[in-house]
């Protein structure tokens, strides 16, 4: 799609607004997280019966892959 990587996004708005981003990875990491506790609650109420979107049934299964990805993060960020 010809967007900047996420390494040139964070380094020109270190560059732009003089704040430290050696934070970034940690934050990539946890709205990771976040997101996996957002998916795990959607396929929670498909399991319950409260969501009726078939979506739901399979959704849960990006959970590890999404946890894996949230690790490789941290690892890459050096914490």
Do not use: N
């Not at 900047?4 to 708005?13: F, K, M, S």
């Not at 934050?27 to 078939?54: C, I």
């Not at 979506?55 to 946890?67: G, L, N, Q, V």
Request: aromatic share 8%; no cysteine; hydrophobic share 55%.
């Amino acid at each position: 799609m010809g967007l900047p990587a996420r390494a040139e996004i964070a380094a020109r708005y270190a560059a732009r607004s003089g704040a430290d981003v050696a934070a970034v990875p940690w934050w990539e990491a946890f709205a990771l997280w976040k997101t996996v506790v957002v998916v795990q609650q959607l396929h929670r109420r498909w399991v319950r019966g409260e969501s009726t979107d078939p979506r739901m049934a399979r959704i849960a299964d990006r959970i590890p892959s999404m946890i894996a990805a949230a690790r490789a993060v941290l690892d890459r960020g050096g914490l």
